[in-house]
């Protein structure tokens, strides 16, 4: 079975500060996909970074960037200087190899960056 | 290309009614899923299906029937609703990209209230 724990329900900063999303997860799996989606208070759900198993290479987008730890079952989120348009719930997801068109996510951290 | 469609975007049901949640893409995408996304839980898998004419079920199958006659749609049919059914419903469709997992793109969600 697989879990995937976001432990922050809710981040609240000010502009311009940085903000990191923890996500922890389980799998019995060796090849596993990552993810993380945002959801704006618009609803729809913005696909942002899917991360094979295999690669623990860090990602920069811009200014997101994504740390992978395979040792200690991390694949944590940060926004750099941080926006209000940031203003939204992110959700860690975790897919099986082999079963990777189903999802197992997160609850979700709700970021709300104020002015 | 629409993507996935939903339809209806809010529905309202009274307990005991029956309705189907439409959903549809235009992207020839073998697999599509069902979830459901509630306060403090993220989304979770209702069901899925490999390709026309296969389904099975997700974590949380309970209540809810699918079918599967055609690639582009995916009903999902509830059929005596119940206030435990209250929730947002994501129909998402992906497809297999070689070595890299499957891309899933997600439709805009039906806000369900069963009152």
């Known amino acids: 079975a697989q879990k995937v724990t976001q432990a922050q329900t809710e981040i609240s900063v000010v502009e311009k500060e940085d903000v990191t999303l923890d996500c922890v997860y389980e799998?019995?799996?060796?090849?596993?996909?990552l993810f993380w989606y945002k959801q704006p208070p618009s609803g729809e759900l913005v696909f942002l970074i899917r991360r094979n198993s295999f690669d623990e290479q860090n990602e920069i987008s811009g200014r997101y960037s994504w740390n992978f730890q395979k040792s200690t079952s991390s694949f944590n989120f940060t926004i750099t200087a941080s926006q209000v348009v940031d203003s939204a719930v992110y959700f860690c997801?975790?897919?099986?190899?082999?079963?990777?068109?189903?999802?197992?996510f997160g609850a979700g951290t709700t970021v709300t960056v104020r002015a | 290309n629409a993507g996935v469609t939903q339809t209806p975007k809010f529905q309202v049901l009274k307990t005991g009614q029956s309705m189907t949640l439409q959903c549809a893409q235009d992207?020839?995408?073998?697999?599509m899923s069902w979830y459901r996304q509630d306060p403090g839980m993220g989304l979770r898998l209702i069901h899925y299906?490999?390709?026309?004419?296969?389904?099975d079920q997700g974590e949380v199958p309970n209540g809810y029937n699918v079918s599967r006659s055609t690639t582009e749609d995916f009903p999902l049919r509830l059929l005596s609703a119940a206030p435990s059914q209250t929730s947002v419903y994501f129909c998402?469709?992906?497809?297999?990209?070689?070595?890299?997992?499957?891309?899933?793109?997600f439709g805009p969600g039906t806000r369900l209230t069963v009152t």
């Open positions: 799998t019995r799996d060796t090849t596993y996909y």
């Open positions: 992207m020839n995408h073998e697999y």
């Open positions: 299906s490999v390709g026309a004419g296969i389904t």
């Open positions: 998402a469709s992906s497809y297999s990209t070689s070595g890299r997992g499957h891309e899933q793109y």
């Open positions: 997801a975790l897919s099986e190899v082999g079963n990777d068109y189903k999802l197992s």
